[in-house]
């Protein structure tokens, strides 16, 4: 009997995640959509996260790519180029979390709803849970909404919620790995730069946050401040980000329309007046918003 609906693929990207991989993998396997398959690219785990994989192998449960370190973002787009292209959408997963069982299914229905004529993209809130899975709170990714300038300067598309259509994937996938600062800020850019970002407020799983993964996302006040502080107002990250926006023009401004064409030219090139007196709204928190533009200010993006 024909398998119905469109065809999924499910991409991960493990490293030494082998104390919650089994519960991760499990409910993927358990989602209520017919045509699906799941690819894991091992990023050279010494943990056993390799032994608990090689069984699904065998069993045909998964394709198994047991590949050399290359870090989370070369690794996931490196995974996302070897799905077949007969697949109609991908979606991306961590290795610690659980998927509610009809987390795909709802986003295909979004999906196939929207058409397939441009390059698109799922996004979705989640739930965070501690170590135990027990729930925390549930995230606000998408605040005021989520467009081509608030997602110039921040990251608001979590990769384990994402799912792309094919003219998304192979946008991607051909332009390569050089440059991405972060595997799943750079799909959400090449979508709202070229396509459409779809976001759904539901939350659709149970996201761990586990001594490797956890920050104060979330959180409120000075923590979350002087997490932030600690760890994107660096000047190596700010340059990555910037190099990430020229990777952006390079790739895509050809097929950019010309008023996103023109915000990323002043992204890339305003004066420091002329970014931190934009009217538009960058960020989704007005001490986000209040922070980048200090950031303008100091000629540091």
């Avoid at 730069?193 to 407020?201: F, I, K, N, R």
């Avoid at 401040?225 to 190099?243: E, I």
């Amino acid at each position: 009997m024909p398998v119905s609906g469109p065809s999924v693929a499910v991409v991960m990207s493990t490293y030494n995640g082998a104390d919650h991989l089994v519960e991760q993998l499990e409910s993927v396997l358990g989602q209520d959509v017919g045509a699906l398959s799941v690819l894991v690219r091992d990023d050279g785990s010494s943990d056993g996260t390799l032994e608990l994989l090689r069984p699904y192998a065998s069993a045909g449960k998964v394709e198994l790519v047991e590949g050399e370190n290359l870090g989370v973002t070369r690794s996931f787009l490196d995974a996302l180029s070897r799905v077949p292209r007969s697949v109609e959408y991908v979606a991306l997963c961590d290795q610690d979390d659980v998927w509610h069982a009809d987390k795909l299914s709802r986003a295909l229905d979004v999906l196939e709803a929207k058409g397939r004529d441009l390059p698109r993209l799922y996004c979705s809130e989640y739930t965070f849970c501690d170590a135990d899975m027990r729930p925390q709170g549930r995230s606000r990714l998408n605040r005021i909404g989520v467009d081509f300038p608030k997602m110039l300067f921040e990251n608001r598309g979590s990769g384990n919620t994402m799912v792309l259509n094919r003219r998304l994937v192979d946008l991607v996938v051909e332009a390569g790995p050089d440059d991405v600062y972060c595997h799943d800020w750079w799909i959400a850019l090449v979508a709202t730069a070229v396509g459409e970002l779809t976001y759904d407020d539901v939350s659709t799983l149970e996201y761990r946050r586990t001594g490797s993964n956890a920050s104060p996302t979330g959180s409120g006040g000075l923590r979350l401040l002087r997490y932030r502080v600690r760890t994107f107002l660096q000047r190596g990250q700010l340059d990555d980000v910037t190099r990430q926006l020229g990777k952006l023009e390079a790739a895509f401004g050809g097929r950019m329309d010309a008023r996103r064409r023109d915000l990323l030219k002043r992204a890339l090139r305003g004066g420091r007046l002329t970014k931190a007196l934009t009217p538009l709204r960058l960020r989704q928190t007005l001490a986000g918003e209040l922070a980048l533009r200090v950031l303008f200010l100091a000629g540091l993006l």
